[in-house]
């Protein structure tokens, strides 16, 4: 990525915001948003999809700088709060066959597709990993890498903070959103952890299956 800076965050952050990379006026126009999603042209491609966890992830920061630098956190009880679980990027892919043209999403707070461990009629109430991709309509295909996820502060989160993040061995329960009728296009807050689409009914399918690793 050749917007990080040797000279520092301070450098890159200024430079992102000298060449529109961060709009800070306009944070949804920001570069660094519209080329990933293919709205601007460049060399990359399509990275992102409104509402998936990439572009979550990309706009809230910029959300949150473009109020840091324009005086908007008035009080600490304004700034953004982050209770949510631990979250750890991971090797591991998750891959579906035969899958309806569309955009696969999750149900509730879940995260677009969610792992649930454990054993039959008896999983774990919080989901262990979640996942997001736009389905390959012509070959029927979704495959993505997993996000593991972990309550912060539990021993699971620290283990995986001080190794390599990896799925432990035993069942999974797999659960999958597919968002038909494209909401999350409308709402890109409506994404992981919103649990907007089964509030608004969902517009599309909760699909489950099994796991073994």
Do not use: C
Request: hydrophobic share 35%; net charge positive.
């Amino acid at each position: 990525m050749a917007w990080i800076k040797a000279d520092g965050p301070e450098a890159t952050l200024n430079y992102l915001r000298t060449t529109k990379l961060i709009d800070v006026d306009d944070p949804e126009k920001s570069l660094l948003l519209q080329k990933p999603l293919a709205a601007v042209k460049h060399g990359g491609g399509k990275k992102f999809v409104l509402g998936d966890q990439g572009y979550t992830a990309f706009r809230d920061f910029i959300e949150d700088y473009a109020k840091t630098v324009r005086d908007r956190y008035a009080k600490t009880e304004d700034l953004p709060k982050d209770d949510g679980p631990e979250r750890f990027g991971t090797d591991a892919w998750l891959k579906l066959t035969n899958t309806p043209a569309g955009v696969v999403r999750p149900p509730g707070a879940s995260g677009p597709v969610r792992l649930g461990r454990g054993v039959k009629n008896d999983w774990a109430s919080a989901p262990i990993a979640s996942s997001d991709r736009v389905v390959w309509g012509k070959g029927k295909l979704w495959q993505h890498n997993l996000t593991l996820r972990a309550a912060r502060g539990s021993e699971q989160a620290k283990a995986w903070q001080s190794g390599k993040p990896a799925l432990p061995k035993g069942k999974y329960l797999v659960k999958v959103w597919v968002d038909a009728k494209g909401r999350l296009a409308d709402d890109w807050r409506g994404g992981p952890g919103s649990g907007r689409l089964r509030r608004q009914g969902g517009g599309g399918v909760e699909l489950a299956g099994g796991l073994n690793r």
